[in-house]
Structures are given as C-alpha cells and as structure tokens.
Nanobody
Framework: QVQLVESGGGLVQPGDSLRLACTASARTLRDTTLGWFRQAPGKERTFVASIKWESFETSYEETVRGRFTISRDNANTVYLQMNSLKPEDTAVYYC?????????????WGQGTQVTVSS
C-alpha cells in the first residue's frame, strides 16, 4: 500500500511563507504524479499543484501560479513552497498520488495539514 504523510502547516500572517512536505511510503514513485489539493471550510476540495515524478513536469491552479512552487527530492518527498500567502489560502492541504499507468484520478491521499493565514 501507499501511505502519504503531510507536514509543515501552521498559522501565519498574510504575506508570509510556508513549506509543506509530503513523504510517501512506497516501493517506487516511478510513473506517478504527485499532487497537492486543499479544502477550505464549507468548500469542495480543489486542485493546487502537481508534479510528474520522472519528468518534473508541473501544473498549477491559476490563483497560486507565481506564488506556490511544487518540487520533489530523491527521497520520496514532494514539497509545496507557498509564498505571499493570503487569507483565502486558508485550508487543509492534502497530498495525493496518481499512478499514471493505471489511474485517471488520484487514488492515494494523505491525512492533511492545516494552513491558516490570518492577521
């Protein structure tokens, strides 16, 4: 089974930065896409960013483009660097993995980490 654990959330002021991390327990992440999603109170879970593990190809939701950067290391960890945070970024952030050879959707999810942006 694949297990994902997020970390790095917290309470910050508008304009501050946070770096989220998601470590995957998996035999390999070859042929996968790692993604970040978020869910604000009373709203649906929405896409934030993704990265293809092998090619490093990235994708971003428009409201975070230029402020957030998704990346990964060589130790099964994906990161979300969040700069210029706004109150509307407040949400529980989840990482997820899509096995591109087998799935059209993300099929493994972490437990989430809370990000709160408030003055």
């Amino acid at each position: 089974q694949v297990q994902l654990v997020e970390s790095g959330g917290g309470l910050v002021q508008p304009g501050d930065s946070l770096r989220l991390a998601c470590t995957a327990s998996a035999r390999t992440l070859r042929d996968t896409t790692l993604g970040w999603f978020r869910q604000a109170p009373g709203k649906e879970r929405t896409f934030v960013a993704s990265i293809k593990w092998e090619s490093f190809e990235t994708s971003y939701e428009e409201t975070v483009r230029g402020r957030f950067t998704i990346s990964r290391d060589n130790a099964n960890t994906v990161y979300l660097q969040m700069n210029s945070l706004k109150p509307e970024d407040t949400a529980v952030y989840y990482c997820a993995v899509r096995r591109d050879a087998y799935s059209y959707t993300y099929d493994h999810w972490g437990q989430g980490t809370q990000v709160t942006v408030s003055s």
